[in-house]
């Protein structure tokens, strides 16, 4: 009942901005909290940054003060900006939903980051 599609990944230099955007569909008033997880090869995916639907955020230490997660309700779009990245930022990066009374998990189909001079 909710669908997410990312997208916005590429190749950037070390020191780089990318933006990642996700966009919802379905039951939406639904959506209990929005994520950006992050998965490197032979690595567990790890969750980078949340955003509830109070508006409240959480980030991961490894990103704090590089990364903003946002929302913009009229496009039904979650972003991810990321500013001075570096080589150990490059992963596979999926957003995610959690939505319903039970929390039920929707996730994305990942969108690649390469960071890389």
């Known amino acids: 009942q909710v669908q997410l599609v990312e997208s916005g990944g590429g190749l950037v230099q070390p020191g780089g901005s990318l933006s990642l955007s996700c966009v919802v569909s379905?039951?939406?008033?639904?959506?209990?909290?929005m994520g950006w997880y992050r998965q490197a090869p032979g690595k567990q995916r790890e969750a980078v940054a949340a955003?509830?639907?109070?508006?409240?955020?959480y980030y991961a230490d490894s990103v704090k003060g590089r990364f903003t997660i946002s929302r913009d309700n009229a496009k039904n779009t979650v972003y991810l900006q990321m500013n001075s990245l570096k080589p150990e930022d490059a992963a596979v990066y999926f957003c995610?939903?959690?939505?319903?009374?039970?929390?039920?998990?929707?996730w994305g189909q990942g969108t690649q980051v390469t960071v890389s001079s």
């Open positions: 379905g039951s939406i008033s639904n959506i209990n909290a």
């Open positions: 955003i509830r639907k109070s508006g409240s955020t």
């Open positions: 995610n939903a959690n939505w319903g009374n039970a929390g039920t998990l929707t």
